[in-house]
């Protein structure tokens, strides 16, 4: 049999967008790890799930630009267009924004997520977890533009720039395993 799920569990486990947003738990950056330690200590819903959905900086980066993309509507084009863009991108930013900015609805807290659960379905309930999805878009949308900029640059310097970047992006998910620290 089935665990019986009440409509409120929507809630308690949705998204929240602050801890998307603040750094991992025990970030390796001291700074960083008092942050979310403070946030985390005096926020009433303290140790649930949504702990888990960190994007980092650089996602968080990525997050705001996916967001800014959509809501900006950059970029743009001066020239006028008679007929649909030509172009070899795969993903466009915008498409990236809509992405994102349709997952945070589903999923935040008193979202579209929780109407679902108390209208329809109430067995679905941790709506955090599309922070995974969220991350992905996140890191795509840093992809298409580090993409634009390197196509924008030539010479063989810029091709450093590839592995700065996933250095970046690893130093910045460092949790600081429990084991490496005193």
Not at 12 to 18: D, K
Not at 58 to 68: D, T, Y
Not at 105 to 110: Q, T
Request: hydrophobic share 50%.
């Amino acid at each position: 049999m089935a665990a019986v799920r009440s409509p409120y569990e929507a809630e308690i486990v949705g998204l929240r967008i602050t801890k998307m947003l603040l750094p991992t738990d025990n970030h390796c950056v001291p700074f960083m790890a008092n942050r979310r330690a403070g946030y985390r200590a005096a926020s009433t819903w303290g140790n649930t799930e949504a702990n888990m959905a960190a994007l980092g900086i650089v996602g968080s980066l990525g997050f705001l630009l996916s967001i800014s993309a959509l809501l900006l509507g950059w970029p743009r084009s001066n020239r006028r267009r008679e007929r649909p863009p030509q172009t070899d991108e795969p993903v466009s930013l915008r498409l990236l924004g809509f992405l994102s900015v349709s997952a945070v609805l589903l999923g935040m807290v008193s979202g579209f997520g929780a109407v679902f659960a108390g209208a329809i379905a109430p067995q679905i309930r941790a709506y955090n977890r599309i922070s995974v999805f969220i991350a992905l878009f996140a890191l795509a949308t840093l992809g298409v533009l580090a993409d634009r900029f390197i196509r924008l640059r030539k010479g063989a310097a810029w091709r450093v720039t590839g592995p700065l970047v996933i250095a970046l992006v690893v130093l910045d998910q460092d949790t600081g395993a429990p084991g490496r620290r005193p």
